[in-house]
């Protein structure tokens, strides 16, 4: 596995940069750029790459950039629709080409449907400093349904898709993330490899409203969770593991309909042969993991990696600091 390439020593330790895709979010964006706007500890900068938005995103996001210096635009052609997965990633790299990642000590993947308690950032940060092995992190989020804030029941073992926060060593460490697909999972299992803690809390203080469920902002629901089934199977997920994970979100609405819908999308591309994630180690990680989880559950097959893999992150880091090869 790479080692780590930087700890970022340089930068300040309360640094971070937003980056934030974005594409048609004018019913929401606003929530999101107050909530950030009013958190504890400003962002060093907030680069929002607008990736063809045709409503009335592009003048909402120039009334902010005009009131705070540290909000950058840039600007993507339009591509005629909204392309999630690798789209999403696509537009957070025309983003990320803009700076300097050397120059903060985190960096957060952020989308603009949320709204996100004054200190989250601050929190994040200041757990991150006290365990220097969490490379990458996040609350939890919820949705506002019948004017109840109901859990998107998101597992503790990842940090959340819509907001991930990152050790900057860490993100360089596991090389960004994938153009496809479930990218957001990958991830964490792959930094959880090399022997750093993916985590995400659910306490008050970190609980957010994600004002558009998950899964919904292209064609439909159904879209979105077939196109998660696909993503789990490029993952190379374990069939068993995931038949439970479909089971389980049968209870979430849409009831049954949707968790069948995320098998539909798993069981079509393996049966049409499609690609998988190259990297045949990280799969069988993967894997191995999942069978584990069944056998033991999520959190002690997470705690058992975490533990077993303490060593591996102390030999990388002091590599690192010893000025040993990346």
Known sequence: MKVFQNMNASADPQSYVLISPCRNEAAYMRRTLDSVVAQTVTPAAWVIVNDGSTDETPQILAEYAARHDWIRIVQKPDRGHRAVGPGVIEAFYAGYATIDPGAFAYSCKLDLDLD??????????????????????????????????????RGD??????????????????????????????????ARSMGWIAVSWDDPELRFEHLRPMGSSQTSIYTGRRRHGFGQYFMGSDPLF????????????PFVLGGLA?????????????????????RAFIRAYQRRALRVGKARAVAEIDAANAGLFQANRAQMVAGGPS
Request: with cysteine.
């Open 116 to 153: 996100l308690p004054p200190r989250y950032f601050e929190i994040l940060m200041q757990r991150m400093q006290e365990n220097p092995r969490i490379g990458t992190c996040s609350g939890k989020p919820y949705v506002r349904e019948g004017g109840q804030l109901i859990s998107e029941r």
């Open 262 to 282: 995320m098998l539909q999308g798993y069981l079509g591309a393996w049966l049409r042969g499609e690609r998988q994630y190259e990297d045949a180690e990280l």
């Open 242 to 253: 995931y038949l439970a994970t479909c089971v389980f979100r049968m209870r979430e609405r």
């Open 157 to 190: 073992e990842m940090s959340v898709g819509m907001t991930k926060f990152y050790r900057q060593a860490c993100f360089d460490a596991i090389g960004g993330y994938v153009h496809e697909v479930m990218w957001d999972a990958i991830d964490c299992h792959k």
